[in-house]
């Protein structure tokens, strides 16, 4: 099938068509994204006026609903859908659920323990930013997370991109290039002078996460490790923040 092999012979408009698509499907997202998340933040004040923490984490739930949306809109219109390769789970995919959060985990642990041996900052998340003021957000993102941002972000970025990459290309260059085209679009989710140290982590993360997909054979493995590393990420936050720990 088209996603099992690299092709032996890219032509420049196969290439043209992989890069054009890759850049289409990111762009849109975004767009698409805010939008959906924008009109999402709108309703939700009207439903629940002055919990800002619950309109926050529908606005972000609308925005990964936009990302799922142009991720199938992308396959249906290139009528692609071998591209990704998504089937039902199974015990051989639920040992590779625990096996990549586990490397995830540890991923993010090993380094954030050389950066602080190394006295290297990272910066600042916005969400974190946002949450310290009302810790109860991390909660409803760790809902959020799961159900939406892990599905769609690896729809978009492990899926898509990683999959015309890996048809170019094969494995191990799209696992590096799918990965800087993932850190790329978290450029705005940092500030402060570590910024591009977080950007540098977002990065080895997502080289796992690749890792896991082209080692599982199925974007629902990647999905599940991608939501549960983040829920773990908000509930240590949330944690942190009400004085827990």
């Known amino acids: 099938m088209a996603h099992d ?4 012979s ?3 408009a196969d290439h043209l068509q992989a890069y054009g698509g890759i850049i289409i499907v990111v762009a849109l997202s975004l767009i698409v994204g805010a939008t959906f998340g924008s009109l999402a933040g709108g309703l939700a004040r009207g439903v629940f006026p002055g919990d800002s923490a619950l309109i926050g984490a529908i606005q972000s739930a609308g925005q990964f609903v936009g990302f799922g949306v142009v991720g199938a809109g992308y396959l249906a219109a290139r009528d692609d859908w071998d591209l990704i390769r998504f089937e039902r789970p199974t015990a051989r995919d639920a040992l ?3 096996g990549g959060f586990v490397a995830v985990m540890g991923v993010y642990l090993g ?9 290297i900052q990272s910066g600042d998340s916005v969400i974190a930013q946002q949450g310290r003021e009302n810790p109860v957000y991390f909660l409803y993102l760790t809902v959020v997370t799961i159900v939406l941002v892990g599905p769609a972000e690896e729809l978009i970025f492990r899926g898509i991109a990683f999959g015309e990459l890996r048809r170019l290309w094969g494995p191990a260059p799209a696992v590096v290039l799918s990965s800087l085209v993932f850190a790329s679009i978290h450029v705005w989710s940092f500030s402060g002078e570590g910024a591009f140290v977080s950007l540098g982590m977002v990065f080895l993360l997502g080289s796992v996460l690749a890792l896991v997909y082209e080692k599982s054979g199925n974007l629902l493995v990647a999905a599940l490790v991608h939501g549960l590393y983040n829920a773990v990420q908000f509930l240590v936050s949330y ?6 720990v």
Do not use: F, K
Not at 239 to 244: F, I, K, P, V
């Open 96 to 98: 590779w659920i625990a």
């Open 10 to 12: 890219a032509s420049p």
């Open 239 to 244: 944690a942190q923040a009400t004085g827990m």
């Open 111 to 119: 380094a954030s323990a050389l950066m602080s041996a190394l006295g």
């Open 5 to 8: 092999t690299a092709r032996a």
